[in-house]
């Protein structure tokens, strides 16, 4: 079986020839993928579209890279995967720069918020609450963040987000009551679900944009063609392109800007991964972190 884990941090062992921006000792976090940052898109700045890319801990459809759940990992193309961790951030502060804050940013950044703006965050799951803490560096007057978990929704709500609670009320209506009738400016769709997606959409005012970061749960689906035509609406998803926000979002964290271990609700051994799959799997943890 394949080793699991694309989030990780550590401490360079031994580094190759070919790598020039690290040297044993040093601490980094990796992004989720690898990226070899000298192809054509690479060179355009999109990483998430590397000709060479690889996945960690996702089997061999992936690229078959083993994950970071164990004592050591191999990093292929560091120097344009790895990035230092500034000295005096913990590691619980630099991990998520890997994966769901730049996830989170990335969504933000093409939901195309504006100051005094009303965004709508479908999904408060990790990713969907780092969407809601990085959408309020753009300068949005509300922030409404859909759910059906209290224990996620009062995350939110520290966060900056107004909950909606998806189990009690029409999570589109409760938009459009709470803004005349007009809808959200944006929103950024946090989870997949094809029903989100679809709420992600239709609570989006005339001119608008969704921006899309959840992992699709299906290959194809109906699309309203007619309404967002009709509408002026902007569809943007994808990937995240992590590599060009790793540095930024570090520098952002270790300025006080950006918290996001507010969102681990459990710290577990390694060898406690089984039982911490399992809490999460049960929605009994937000985000748990697991520690040699």
Known sequence: GAVLGHEFVGVVEDVGKEVNRFRPGDRVVSSFFTACGHCALCRKGWFNQCVDKGTFGHGEYFGGLGGGQAEYVVVPNADSTMEPIPEGMDDEQAIFVG????????????????????????????????????????????????????????????????????????????????????????????????????????????????????VPSAVQGDFPYLRMWLKSLTFRAGWCNVQMYMRPLLELIAAGKLHPEKIISHRMKLDQAEEAYKIFDAREATKIVLRP
Do not use: W
């Open 99 to 214: 994966d769901i804050l730049s996830t989170g940013f990335f969504g933000a950044e093409r939901a195309e918020i504006k100051p005094g703006d009303v965004v709508a965050v479908v999904g408060a799951g990790p990713v969907g609450l780092l969407a809601t803490m990085c959408a309020q560096l753009f300068g949005p007057a509300r922030t409404y963040v859909v759910d059906m978990v209290d224990a996620r929704l009062e995350i939110a709500q520290e966060l900056g987000g107004i909950p909606i609670n998806a189990k009690h009320t029409h999570p589109v209506q409760a938009i459009e009551n709470a803004t005349g009738g007009i809808g959200a400016d944006s929103s950024i769709e946090c989870v997949g679900l094809l029903s989100a997606v679809d709420t992600a959409i239709h609570c989006v005012r005339g001119g608008g944009t969704i921006s899309m970061v959840g």
